[in-house]
């Protein structure tokens, strides 16, 4: 079992954005202390829904202030960024770190970020597909041209070789691992097709997941993966956990704190294109997922990973810790977390 952070770098209402971004800093920082596996970074932009612009970026900052545990990013959003810059990024990171970089990407919304950044909504619509093809190649090619609808270039040579990590683990000379985040069966085909495991979302219950875990099962060995290969894939699983002495108190303290930030962070979601779309309830939303995750009493939490675990074949997690938007709580969940939940996983 596999059991780490995602931050969010969310901004609860009455706080400033740096305090947000040292929040986020600090449970990172935590994270390692208390033994966890990994932390992963989202990235959002004019919202504060999540304060962090560029994922890679905090990554870099990161894992330059760790020595052990892993950082992805979940996810660098790509029609909004070029494949080829993100590939020179991710390899920098993955060679720098000695192989601790994970690379997590997905499409996104149809949010005004595509305007802003000069992508457009078919970036959006159409265009994951070739960017994500070509970013394979930049991590895994010397040298790379392009002749696609969007990007068109002479062929250039690949630097730095994310493939020249000087490690021995055949895993390691395969560059940055790379993970995609999957909402629908198209997507899951597009990760499934190419070997690459799913990020599946905090708002999948158990079942849902399993059933895009058998999918992906079935695309890969149909697309002529190997049967190893497909069996174990590192797919990943997003919730969110607040350790707490019973699963009332734990509950209270998101259902007092997230509505807040859901509320105004989802509701200042902007549409490129004018379309509706329609937000969850924060006060549901929130008390959905504490019956979903680990939020209560260590054993009640260590028996929710492992149920999932066992209905989905997932062991890799990455649990928002920072529900209670206060940064002494977050670094007290995050220490339970590993002193008192990861002893039951063992």
Not at 50 to 73: D, E, Q
């Amino acid at each position: 079992m596999r059991v780490g952070t995602f931050v969010l770098a969310a901004q609860f209402p009455g706080q400033g954005q740096g305090e947000a971004l040292h929040r986020a800093v600090r449970s990172a920082e935590v994270a390692e202390e208390a033994g966890l596996d990994s932390v992963w970074l989202a990235e959002h932009h004019f919202v504060p829904y999540g304060v962090c612009p560029s994922a890679v970026t905090l990554a870099a900052l990161l894992l330059g202030r760790t020595r052990r545990i892993r950082v992805g990013t979940a996810v660098s959003v790509l029609p909004t960024a070029h494949p080829v810059a993100l590939g020179e990024q991710a390899a920098l990171l993955h060679l720098t770190s000695g192989g601790r970089f994970t690379l997590g990407v997905g499409r996104g919304g149809p949010w005004v970020d595509l305007e802003v950044f000069g992508q457009g909504l078919a970036a959006y619509e159409h265009g994951f597909p070739e960017s994500l093809d070509l970013l394979l190649r930049w991590l895994r090619e010397p040298r790379v041209e392009a002749r696609g609808e969007r990007f068109d270039f002479r062929e250039v040579a690949v630097v730095p070789r994310p493939d020249e990590l000087l490690r021995e683990g055949p895993e390691d000379r395969d560059g940055p691992e790379v993970v995609v985040a999957c909402t629908s069966p198209k997507s899951v085909r597009m990760a499934a097709e190419r070997g690459l495991p799913m990020l599946l979302g905090m708002h999948c219950g158990d079942e849902d997941k399993a059933e895009m875990v058998a999918l992906w099962r079935r695309l890969a060995l149909a697309a002529g993966h190997e049967p190893e290969t497909v069996a174990r894939a590192g797919h990943v699983s997003a919730g969110v956990a607040q350790i707490a002495d019973s699963a009332a108190d734990g509950t209270e303290t998101l259902t007092k704190a997230m509505p807040g930030w859901l509320k105004q962070g989802l509701d200042a979601h902007v549409t490129v294109d004018g379309r509706h779309r329609a937000m969850r309830d924060p006060v549901a939303y929130t008390e959905m997922l504490c019956e979903l995750h680990p939020v209560g009493p260590p054993r009640l939490a260590a028996d929710r990973l492992a149920a999932t675990a066992e209905r989905t074949g997932i062991t890799r997690f990455a649990l928002l810790v920072e529900g209670s938007g206060d940064l002494a709580a977050t670094e007290e969940n995050v220490r339970r977390l590993g002193s008192e939940v990861l002893p039951l996983l063992s």
